[in-house]
């Protein structure tokens, strides 16, 4: 028990060191782009290609763009989750109910 | 080391991609503990990894959209998501955000009001963070003097009182336990999305406690159902956001990878936690962000980062810890009732 209280103290000093010094090291966000940079696109394959399709979306028509990021979230968020849920169900955990039953 | 940034297309910057999936998986950890979106975590996250501004707002959206479906999934499966009370919330959160939108937007035209609208948000975290540990205590005074209900002491009972208004159309909410007038989630949520519309931010701060304290929700259920409904506002709002083109959408993915597992850790860690202990780490949350909004207010913006930024790693420590130790428990009485059923 008093290695655990231990453990949980330096963890919380760790939480609240560790952003402080990556913020020492971080640099401010930089302005906005407003016409999305395909000329550097230039290598081959089904990322970049993928890359290249959604920058010109985004600049030549951007309802195409707004669907396709709404479905893409959407879709890749289920297979995940479904994803995940096949991975855990292997863990050998109840995962279908809960013990605790309160307010 | 280029092969650890990532170029983004629409933002046109290459980005430290492991920061991302962390982002992504802190935020699924809390969020699917909580049952809340987390967009007040995220922008101090991206803001240190150089992310543009003007597409944070945005990509987090998605991002939550996403995170939310996965927690979902998860908190489903437990049986925490009553859909029918979530889809009379996301009515009355819509219309309420709305409203709320509308009237800030009235207010700017008139003058500066964002000082107003940040000390009304500390005014409203103080509120919540009022409540939940006042709620905390009560109960806890309860259970010393052997006052425990069907399912143990409970401290707020506000949602009683409030259940007692019969004003058709009654529904019965049969995953949440209890009928109520229709009428009453749509109100509470009408009111608690245009707070979030009128400060400009998700509203799973609000609406999770008054799920609970106003609703009359279990914790569990109402970490469930605020997810769904986080879900399919923020499918809603990444839709409007990328007509906007304020979405790097490169960023949603990394960020819902970490996401996926960090949900799994937060929403199982709910089966191992009781509904008070996800309350009292829920206040400290809520107080660890209205400090921060403060030091915003008095341009302290490091150290407000460095607060929000230490709070989520601090709870997402703690939200594992319950996690693992909960599931190597249950592995390890599974492993001797079944050595015990050999035996036999």
């Not at chain 2, 150089?50 to 707002?57: K, Q, R, V």
């Not at chain 2, 009001?113 to 509120?127: C, E, H, K």
């Not at chain 2, 905390?136 to 401290?155: C, I, N």
């Not at chain 2, 990394?254 to 202990?277: D, E, S």
Request: charged share 15%.
């Amino acid at each position: 028990m008093k290695r655990l209280k231990v453990w949980i103290i330096v963890g919380v000093i760790l939480g609240f060191v560790m952003p402080g010094v990556a913020l020492a090291a971080g640099d401010k966000a930089s302005e906005l782009i407003v016409v999305a940079h395909t000329r550097v696109l230039t290598d081959t394959g089904y990322y970049t290609a993928f890359m290249h399709y959604m920058a010109d979306a985004y600049n030549a028509n951007i309802l195409v763009f707004a669907i396709w990021c709404t479905v893409l979230t959407a879709v890749y968020g289920a297979f995940l989750g479904f994803l995940m849920d096949f991975l855990m169900a292997r863990t050998g955990l109840d995962l279908t109910s809960r013990k605790i039953l309160e307010h | 080391m280029d092969w650890l940034f990532m170029y983004m297309p629409i933002a046109g910057i290459k980005i430290f991609w492991p920061g991302l999936v962390l982002i992504g998986f802190s935020v699924g950890t809390i969020g699917g503990f909580f049952g809340m979106g987390g967009a007040w975590m995220v922008t101090p996250g991206l803001n240190i990894l150089g992310f543009p501004m003007a597409f944070a707002i945005g990509t987090d959206m998605a991002h939550i959209a996403g995170k939310s479906m996965i927690s979902t999934m998860r908190h489903a499966k437990f049986g925490n998501v009553d859909y029918r009370l979530g889809f009379s919330m996301l009515v009355g959160t819509r219309i309420g955000i709305e409203c709320g939108a509308q009237m800030i937007m009235y207010l700017e035209r008139l003058g500066n009001v964002g000082s107003v609208v940040r000390w009304t948000y500390v005014i409203f975290l103080a509120l919540i963070a009022w409540m939940v540990f006042y709620d905390y205590f009560k109960a806890r005074r309860k259970a010393k003097t052997g006052q425990v209900g069907e399912y143990g002491a409970t401290g707020i009972t506000w949602y009683v009182a409030l259940h007692k208004v019969k004003i058709p159309p009654m529904i019965h909410f049969k995953v949440a336990g209890f009928t109520c007038s229709l009428w009453l989630p749509l109100g509470v949520s009408f009111v608690t999305g245009a707070l979030a519309g009128f400060l400009g931010i998700g509203g799973g701060l609000l609406r999770m406690p008054a799920l609970v304290y106003l609703i009359g929700c279990p914790t569990h259920i109402a970490v469930g159902t605020d997810l769904f409904e986080v879900m399919l506002s923020g499918l809603y709002g990444a839709f409007t956001y990328s007509l906007k083109g304020r979405i790097e959408i490169v960023a949603v993915f990394v960020m819902l990878t970490g996401a996926a597992i960090g949900a799994q850790i937060g929403t199982v860690a709910t089966k191992y936690a009781k509904g008070y202990g996800i309350r009292v780490a829920f206040g400290i949350a809520v107080v660890c962000c209205m400090f921060s909004v403060i030091l915003k207010e008095f341009k302290f913006d490091a150290i407000a980062a460095v607060v929000i930024l230490g709070t989520i790693g601090a709870i997402c420590l703690y939200i594992i810890k319950i996690m693992f130790q909960g599931a190597a428990q249950e592995l390890r009485e599974k492993k001797k009732a079944e050595a015990s059923l050999f035996k036999a």
